[in-house]
């Protein structure tokens, strides 16, 4: 087996495992930070140190009972999540001691991983790589705002384009990308401080505040010729206010629904779902997931982008794997602007 310094390999890892489902936000006792020895490693496998933890919208949905297009994490499990670090063993011809690595992982120090879809070699060892820009903006988060807005959404130059959630990880970026298209973007957000972002950082060419604006009037206001593409990471009220404010053939893409991951029951539909018939709007869901094998090529296309100065990251860091649960309820108190990450 190779190591990067076998007399220094760690004997054990640390992790957050489920110890019961949460109602609502996640509380401390629902989860447990533990000690455990590392698992030997088996042909084929390897052990990828974390040092960087990307906390997602999804992180939320996988600990309750229901299945998506992936099972819930069980009763015991590490909470599963995407993570990103450097190879320190392995048995496995798929990767070198350095290798970067990005995997579906969890809420802990040390993953092994296998040569399999959810586990990509970012880059050879490099000392210089940006592994919190990956998260935020080179992997699976960017790859479903440049599916979701280019190619599902697919914006025209002069098109008003809407994005919700926009102060977000995938938000911000997916604003972004429309503007690059030449689209007028406004984003919704949940402040003033990050309309301001959205406005003076992002150069969106306008921002609501969904706590104290009136939706539908500051529509009416930005977008007088009502709205060509709404990209929707909320669901609930802001997606029905848009409904009703949508242009001929419009496109809305649903990409996440945040406002009803903590609630236990499902959110009614909307009330101005018609408006759909009337403006011969479509309204299509997607998964980036299906996508999975194309993203190491988008991402090296974002990668490019955010280099040359044209799309803009931001992360929030929470330091400790005893913070990941107030990193996970940031994303449902709005607590965040850009990428919420774990600094194991």
Known sequence: MDTADPDSAPTTRRRVLLRRRPQGLVDPAD????????PTLEDGEALLRNEVIGIDASV???????????????????????????????????????????????WEDATVIRDDLFSTIVSPPDPDYDLEAFLAL?????????????????PQEGETVVVTAAAGATGSAAAQLAKRRGARVIGIAGSDDKCAWLVDELGLDGAINHRTDDVIARLR??????????????GGAVLDALLARLAMHARVVLCGHISTYTDDDKAPGPSNYVNLIQQRATMRGFLAFDDIPRFPEI???LRAWHRAGDVVVRTERFEGLDRSVDA???????????KIVVLP
């Open 31 to 38: 989860v447990e930070l533990v000690t455990e020895d590392l």
């Open 221 to 234: 206001e930005l977008a007088p010729k009502r709205v060509d593409v709404v990209f929707d990471n909320v």
């Open 299 to 301: 991402g090296e296309q």
């Open 60 to 106: 939320r949905s996988w600990l309750g009972e229901g299945s998506g297009y992936l099972p819930p994490v069980e009763l015991g499990e590490v909470v599963r999540c995407s993570t990103i670090g450097r190879v320190i063993a392995t048995r496995c011809d798929a990767y070198r001691v350095g290798d970067i690595v990005t995997t579906l992982g969890g």
């Open 138 to 154: 080179y992997g699976s988060t960017g790859c479903t705002a440049y599916i979701g807005m280019l190619e599902i959404a697919d």
């Open 328 to 338: 996970l309820n940031a994303m449902f108190t709005g607590a965040n602007t850009g």
